[in-house]
């Protein structure tokens, strides 16, 4: 079955900086990789996915890009606030399939104002 | 998107005590799930839920420990029976119609 790495665990950053959380994945059939963020006490909350026929994805100071080759993705935060701080989680399934989603380990991301 | 909606969101249980958790959805959807996800550690699926049919448990969870039901479309129960401390955890429902997977806001379960 799929596994997937997450890393880091845990991440501090200055305010303004970027941030970069890196995910590997194990099954070669996966092609949808969701990043999911979870603030202290909340649900996770899904802010931006990607499938394997699409090599980068942005939304507006987040982007994922992908490396099917090398079964790696990568959540990219540019201009961190504050307010970015949470735990950030990956995960991979197959598109279209009735699978669940498999999910990494998280990064708590702190940004430091 | 799909609105998931949980009860209770909260609760104290007594050891060997039974908790049933349900789960709302404001539209029908295909697929739903349930998760575990215990203090300060990632999500950890227990089961699929299956409309008109039994769940489908992954490695380490049981239906006896952890029954589910999917009356229809919409809802969703998850019983956690014969708690222990071990059990306290916040507990997900989740929903997709495609590939697009939202969550509620979990029930927090600590047993005592």
């Known amino acids: 079955g799929e596994n997937v790495e997450q890393h880091p665990s845990t991440l501090s950053v200055q305010e303004g900086d970027s941030a970069v959380i890196k995910c590997t994945y194990s099954?070669?059939?996966?092609?949808?990789f969701p990043w999911y963020k979870q603030e202290l006490g909340k649900r996770p909350q899904l802010i931006i996915d990607?499938?394997?026929?699409?090599g980068e994805k942005k939304d507006q100071r987040i982007a994922v890009t992908l490396n099917k080759t090398a079964k790696h993705f990568s959540l990219h935060i540019t201009e961190t606030q504050p307010e970015d701080s949470a735990v950030y989680f990956c995960?991979?399934?197959?598109?279209?399939?009735?699978?669940?989603?498999?999910f990494g380990k998280g990064t708590k991301l702190s940004v430091k104002p | 998107s799909a609105v998931i909606s949980q009860k209770p969101s909260r609760d104290i249980c007594q050891r060997g005590t039974s908790l049933t958790i349900q789960c709302q959805v404001d539209?029908?959807?295909?697929?739903m799930f349930w998760y575990r996800q215990q203090p300060g550690q990632s999500l950890t699926l227990i089961a699929t839920?299956?409309?008109?049919?039994?769940?489908?448990?992954e490695s380490g969870f049981v239906i006896d420990k952890f029954p589910i039901s999917r009356p229809n479309l919409t809802f969703s129960t998850l019983t956690v029976s014969n708690m222990s401390p071990e059990d306290s955890s916040i507990y997900l429902c989740?929903?997709?119609?495609?590939?697009?997977?939202?969550f509620g806001e979990g029930s927090w379960l600590t047993v005592v």
């Open positions: 989740s929903a997709s119609s495609g590939n697009t997977i939202y």
């Open positions: 099954d070669s059939a996966s092609n949808y």
């Open positions: 990607i499938r394997s026929n699409v």
């Open positions: 995960a991979a399934k197959r598109w279209g399939s009735q699978g669940n989603l498999i």
């Open positions: 539209s029908q959807v295909t697929m």
């Open positions: 839920a299956n409309q008109g049919s039994e769940a489908t448990y």
